[in-house]
């Protein structure tokens, strides 16, 4: 593969590009999901290149699924081609901050390859949950999943760097929807994550520490209490927002904000721009003091964890937020310039080798803070403790937001006081980060992954986590109205 990438790099050089990278990816996956009893299963491999060039100032792109010397020298040649045509159309010249040279090798870890566990061991564990899960005639719809990804990637380009890079995704899932066919009532409690299961970077282990086995009776028996369970009151209120909940909280209303070519105007798919826009960077009240977030693109286990970005920049850890204060944004080589920084922050990722490299969300943290989540509890008069995510919506600018869940509790004078259904809260997103007054200490800290986040046109999906503990706003408005 080596000898290939070197080829493409003779011919990019060779025809007066100025610069020039090769992604050679090798990608294998598998995907288990029983739903009612009903198993499925589904393998795949992927193997191709994608070439970047710049000629003249601009960019040009072209990809190929088949790899060999004759196709890699066309692709090259191809990439050149559209890199001058579009010269002629171009406002100004790429610009690209300065980066050492890398010749390195990266490796996620785990501890049992997801790949060498028995298919049969995968279909049981399902089996087990889905047999458990449909015990109750009111649950109509049981579903489980796990997936694995592993992917192999050479990265060279014309300054030099060659970085291979190999790193392996595990995680999944299970769910339990109930209906009461009396009332039409239905709900659904799912386990574990943000959205369709926990994912994590990481072997078979992962799988193990979720213990879904043991956890299927309590989803199912959560799922039936909601069909009767108390609406969510309309109100202003306190809420604790538990952590599967609060790292969606983070990736929508300032994952997404941070990226700069959104901030730019250069991205407006999935939900417009943003409202951090430059002038703001350095001054601007994000959130309270005790608010501060990390992007950190080396964190153990995080999906979007790796050594190189798709840039070929190491990967870094630095504040988006820094007591209350909004610090930084997430950038590319390419437009690191236009807010003063003179390299790369290292977040720009593409979905595969047939995708051009966009800014993408690294892994985004809150930082822990000082408390247990009793003492929380105890702590809060009138609220709700709300959990994993049901929907959400939210403005162009990433301003305006309400977001739904699975299930709350009603908390009168520090104590729970009784289940909450389809808990609904909204707000503003500076107003209410400026209004978070209490974050759990690191015993609630985790890592919650995010497997499928779309962005682009045509559209690419991308993987990060998002590292947070409960947490307490205040004066929410909850409810729907």
Known sequence: MKDFAREALDVINAEGASYGDIRIIGDTSEEISVKNGMPAVSRSEHDGFGIRVVFNGAWGFAASQRIGRDEIVRVAKLAVNIAKSSAKLKKEDVIQADEPVFRDKWTSTYITDPFDVPLEKKLDLLMQIDEIVRKDPRIVVSRGNLEFWREHQLFASTESSEIEQ????????????????????????????????????????????????????????????????????????????????????????????????????????????????????????????????????????????????????????????????????????????????????????????????????????????????????????????????????????????????????????????GMVKNPTYQGITPEFWANCDAICNENHWQLWGVNNCGKGQPGQRAEMSHGCAPSRFRKVKVGLG
């Not at 956890?215 to 202003?236: I, K, Y």
């Not at 943003?274 to 153990?300: C, H, N, Q, R």
């Not at 593409?350 to 995708?355: E, I, N, Q, R």
Request: aromatic share 8%; charged share 20%; net charge negative.
């Open 166 to 417: 190999t790193i392996t995704r595990s995680g999944g899932g299970f769910s339990a929807t109930a209906v009461d066919k009396e009332t039409g009532e239905i709900q659904t409690r799912s386990y574990p994550g943000v959205h369709n299961g926990q994912y994590i970077q990481a072997g078979w282990e992962a799988i193990e520490a979720y213990d879904m086995l043991g956890n299927a009776e309590r989803v199912r028996d959560e799922s039936l209490q909601l069909l009767t369970a108390m609406p969510c009151p309309q109100d202003e209120m306190d809420i604790i927002i538990c952590g599967e909940q609060l790292a969606l909280q983070i990736h929508e209303s300032l994952g997404h904000p941070t990226e700069l070519d959104r901030v730019l105007g250069m991205e407006a798919n999935y939900a417009g721009t943003s409202f951090l826009t430059p002038e703001k960077l350095g001054s601007f009240k994000y959130g309270s003091e005790i608010v501060s977030i990390v992007a950190d693109g080396t964190a153990p286990g995080g999906l979007a964890t790796v050594g190189y970005d798709d840039d070929g920049v190491r990967s870094q850890r630095w504040f988006l937020v820094k007591d209350g204060i909004f610090s930084g944004y997430l950038t590319n080589r390419e437009l690191a310039h236009i807010v003063g920084e003179n390299r790369s922050r290292g977040a720009n990722r593409a979905d595969g080798f047939h995708s051009l490299p966009m800014i993408r969300m690294t892994n985004i943290s809150l930082v822990p803070g000082d408390w247990e989540l009793e003492d929380l509890i105890a702590d809060t008069a009138n609220g709700i403790l709300i959990n994993t995510n049901k929907s959400w919506s939210i403005d162009q600018k990433r301003l305006n937001f309400q977001f739904t869940t699975e299930i709350g509790w009603l908390i009168e004078n520090g104590k729970l006081a």
